[in-house]
């Protein structure tokens, strides 16, 4: 199937140096761009997304503090 996109001029620039780095045409480019895309899409949406850890930085890592559900609640207010 053939289909039009229109992109930015920098944009284009880049993808064509990338196809051209990759000893690729940009038509195979843009295929396996897509496909790469489309196949990220099928997984379980759990695993797309990652979290690095810790979401806030501790002055203690590895220590987690015993706390109750009144303290931590306390800390968010």
């Not at 897509?34 to 797309?48: F, H, M, N, T």
Request: no cysteine.
């Amino acid at each position: 199937m053939r289909i039009t996109i229109d992109l930015p001029d920098p944009v284009f620039r880049e993808m064509k140096v990338l196809a051209a780095r990759r000893g690729a045409s940009l038509k195979e480019f843009v295929r396996r761009a897509i496909e790469k895309e489309v196949s990220r899409a099928r997984q379980d949406p759990r695993q797309r997304f990652s979290v690095r850890l810790p979401l806030i930085p501790s002055r203690r890592p590895g220590v987690l503090p015993s706390m109750t559900n009144a303290q931590i609640e306390d800390l968010l207010d």
